[in-house]
T-cell receptor, first 113, second 116 residues
């Protein structure tokens, strides 16, 4: 079956540390992999996109890696801040005759001051 | 960045009535928009792909006669929940890609639907 798996348990870290979130998928061949941030009661906000032929992408304090052999992406937030506390969603962009994006369940991140 | 709006932001209706939710791309044109539903503490579930000028493509298990989608212009898609029931209560969110259909998505703020 097709699945996107993210850590279901919340991740609690201390301010200033690096948060690492994991996204694993099975039986998909995504063209792109994306990460979004979602705050309670809000729509997701796009953070980063990485293509299938890219290994790593960075944007300010964010870094994403993509291993198509392992079917895994890691999302890192360095020098984390309490304002980074949110739910982070992994998303796969699929071309199945039509284009669509499907989401993992997300990982809740809490950054303590 | 691109802005997507939704209206209303919340709605409460009686069982059996129909509710229309609008999704607008404010500063760009979107030939494709996506509709998602999200239950508390769960992920976004893709319901359908809305295509401007043609029929929507529904995901497996989504009733097209219950969730009517119309994409009449390049900036507006509507989702109508017909004969709503309490189990339809959820958070409905639309999105639109700015460039490539499978590139970054810009999401609306969502519509909280409560069916009594």
């Amino acid at each position: 079956s097709q699945k996107i798996e993210q850590n279901s348990e919340a991740l609690n870290i201390q301010e200033g540390k690096t948060a690492t979130l994991t996204c694993n998928y099975t039986n998909y061949s995504p063209a792109y992999l994306q990460w979004y941030r979602q705050d309670p009661g809000r729509g997701p906000v796009f953070l980063l996109l990485i293509r299938e032929n890219e290994k790593e992408k960075r944007k300010e304090r964010l870094k994403v890696t993509f291993d198509t052999t392992l079917k895994q992406s890691l999302f890192h937030i360095t020098a984390s801040q309490p304002a980074d506390s949110a739910t982070y969603l992994c998303a796969l962009a699929l071309n199945t005759g039509g284009f669509k994006t499907i989401f993992g369940a997300g990982t809740r991140l809490f950054v303590k001051a | 960045g691109a802005v997507v709006s939704q209206h209303p932001s919340w709605v409460i209706c009686k069982s059996g009535t129909s509710v229309k939710i609008e999704c607008r791309s404010l500063d760009f044109q979107a030939t494709t928009m996506f509709w998602y539903r999200q239950f508390p503490k769960q992920s976004l579930m893709l319901m359908a792909t809305s295509n401007e000028g043609s029929k929507a493509t529904y995901e497996q298990g989504v009733e097209k006669d219950k969730f009517l989608i119309n994409h009449a212009s390049l900036t507006l898609s509507t989702l109508t929940v017909t004969s709503a029931h309490p189990e339809d209560s959820s958070f409905y969110i639309c999105s639109a890609p700015l460039r490539e259909a499978f590139g970054e998505q810009f999401f609306g703020p969502g519509t909280r639907l409560t069916v009594l």
